[in-house]
């Protein structure tokens, strides 16, 4: 019975090693429950025995992937008080992590119709984490912190880090003073009548 239970767990977990190398090489599109069975070297059945749905098969993928990555921290972030020092900080996080992770963060990224609404959901809220993390900072209120929460889910965006470092070559220190500059111009508009919305940030511009 062991032995059965040791093999079933191997089968499983070639079939998610499977699964993450086609997502994070062809995309989840084109990953057929065929490719990936000849890709885990089983059969159709035993892919289905094993996942009956997509969602299972995506979840076990997600997180197998994430198990191996240096995720960004919003947690180390909250401990910087002032707002241009959180914003240079998170970037940089959110950066490097988008460099390293790329191939599957644009292949499942791209093919987001093809992911299961759960984890499209998932997703879309850790951005919003990631956001919202770095608002928390600013004193700005009403119109004027709608504004800047919409100029910062830009700057957290992977595709804004794709278009600035792949796509346009910036290193992630240029992306990140440039989306920081960004940032803080839209913050400023808020100056006049909320004095202490930058409090402690006087260097960010230079």
């Known amino acids: 019975m062991n032995k059965r239970a040791d093999d079933v767990a191997e089968t499983r977990q070639r079939i998610v090693d499977a699964a993450v190398r086609l997502h ?39 997180q197998h992937w994430a198990s191996g990555q240096v995720l960004p921290d919003p947690r180390a972030w909250r401990q910087l008080s002032d707002p241009a020092e ?11 992590f988008y460099r390293e992770a790329e191939p599957m963060l644009t292949n499942v990224r791209r093919d987001r119709a093809a992911v299961p ?10 951005d919003a984490g990631y956001r919202d993390t770095l608002l928390q900072a600013f004193a700005l209120r009403g ?27 910036l290193t992630n220190p240029e992306a990140v003073r440039t989306m920081t500059a960004f940032v803080v111009a839209a913050a400023e ?11 402690g940030s006087r260097s960010l511009g230079a």
């Open 86 to 96: 959180r914003l240079q900080a998170g970037l940089s996080d959110l950066y490097r």
């Open 117 to 126: 609404a759960e984890l499209q959901g998932r997703n879309e809220a850790t």
């Open 143 to 169: 119109t004027r912190r709608k504004h800047l929460r919409a100029t910062l889910g830009h700057a957290v965006a992977f595709w804004t880090w794709r278009s600035l470092c792949l796509d346009n070559g």
């Open 24 to 62: 994070g090489t062809i995309g989840p599109a084109a990953t057929t429950i065929s490719a990936l069975a000849e890709e885990a070297g089983v059969t159709r059945l035993t892919v289905y025995r094993h996942f009956p749905d997509d969602s299972a098969l995506f979840s076990a993928c997600s």
């Open 189 to 199: 508009q808020g100056l006049a009548s909320h004095p202490t919305a930058l409090s």
